[in-house]
């Protein structure tokens, strides 16, 4: 059921709605409508005759807002030290590659007190929106009127001894580790080589978790898939 579930949402046929551990499916009228619609106008030829009465079925005064209900977006925040460069990577691409699937946000553990210029400029060239990106701490999210992430994920060094804060909660929490482009030393163009390898990184790794089965997988299956896309050794692969 959950496989036939999840080529139905794809399609856009139905609706999902997440409820604790548990998914709510729905069916889309207004894209019911629209199959119909194109069954009965392109698939017949033009001539009702062969299509029965399939064409009124779903008559076109129905209010389709009543009955199609959006489906809510995942609420995704990422975490760092200074929150200056590979959170604010993540959450532009978030952004971008999300649409209106994820809301991205990220925060630091002890923020600086801006993006890194570098970083900015990279964002704009690959054509992100970055008015509304700064550095933030992670307590601006920690009080009731904050959103509701339903994950949370950390892209801090750990093996160069970065600590991320731990935000608790019911959300599903993975770990990313990527070096941090703050601390490198090296020349301009060999920082812009670094930017480039970190936001293709970044990149590959949303791309997979954006096209999860997000439907049709609990709460620890999801959290298994997460920490395979944070695997170091096979994101480099």
């Given at each position: 059921?959950?496989?036939?579930?999840?080529?139905?949402?794809?399609?856009?046929?139905?609706?999902?709605?997440?409820?604790?551990?548990?998914?709510?499916?729905?069916?889309?009228?207004?894209?019911?409508?629209?199959?119909?619609?194109?069954?009965?106008?392109?698939?017949?030829?033009?001539?009702?005759?062969?299509?029965?009465?399939?064409?009124?079925?779903?008559?076109?005064?129905?209010?389709?807002?009543?009955?199609?209900?959006?489906?809510?977006?995942?609420?995704?925040?990422?975490?760092?030290?200074?929150?200056?460069?590979?959170?604010?990577?993540?959450?532009?691409?978030?952004?971008?590659?999300?649409?209106?699937?994820?809301?991205?946000?990220?925060?630091?553990?002890?923020?600086?007190?801006?993006?890194?210029?570098?970083?900015?400029?990279?964002?704009?060239?690959?054509?992100?929106?970055?008015?509304?990106?700064?550095?933030?701490?992670?307590?601006?999210?920690?009080?009731?009127?904050?959103?509701?992430?339903?994950?949370?994920?950390?892209?801090?060094?750990?093996?160069?001894?970065?600590?991320?804060?731990?935000?608790?909660?019911?959300?599903?929490?993975?770990?990313?580790?990527?070096?941090?482009?703050?601390?490198?030393?090296?020349?301009?163009?060999?920082?812009?080589?670094?930017?480039?390898?970190?936001?293709?990184?970044?990149?590959?790794?949303?791309?997979?978790?954006?096209?999860?089965?997000?439907?049709s997988l609990d709460r620890i299956a999801l959290k298994a898939r997460l920490d395979e896309i944070g695997d170091t050794a096979k994101a480099l692969t």
């Amino acid at each position: 059921m959950s496989t036939h579930l999840t080529i139905l949402s794809r399609a856009g046929l139905v609706t999902v709605e997440r409820e604790g551990r548990g998914m709510n499916y729905r069916a889309d009228v207004k894209a019911f409508r629209g199959l119909i619609r194109f069954l009965a106008g392109d698939c017949c030829g033009g001539r009702p005759d062969l299509c029965g009465d399939l064409a009124r079925l779903l008559p076109d005064d129905v209010d389709d807002t009543k009955d199609n209900a959006m489906s809510p977006a995942f609420n995704v925040l990422f975490l760092c030290t200074q929150n200056s460069a590979r959170s604010i990577i993540a959450e532009a691409l978030l952004q971008k590659i999300g649409k209106d699937r994820f809301n991205a946000y990220s925060a630091g553990s002890d923020p600086a007190a801006r993006p890194m210029p570098e970083v900015i400029e990279r964002l704009k060239a690959l054509g992100h929106d970055v008015t509304g990106l700064r550095s933030k701490s992670w307590q601006e999210f920690s009080g009731p009127a904050a959103p509701k992430f339903d994950f949370v994920i950390a892209l801090c060094d750990t093996l160069d001894g970065q600590v991320c804060p731990d935000f608790g909660g019911k959300n599903i929490t993975a770990a990313w580790p990527l070096p941090d482009p703050a601390k490198f030393k090296g020349s301009a163009t060999e920082q812009a080589t670094l930017l480039n390898e970190l936001y293709a990184m970044i990149r590959r790794r949303l791309e997979i978790f954006t096209n999860l089965p997000f439907a049709s997988l609990d709460r620890i299956a999801l959290k298994a898939r997460l920490d395979e896309i944070g695997d170091t050794a096979k994101a480099l692969t």
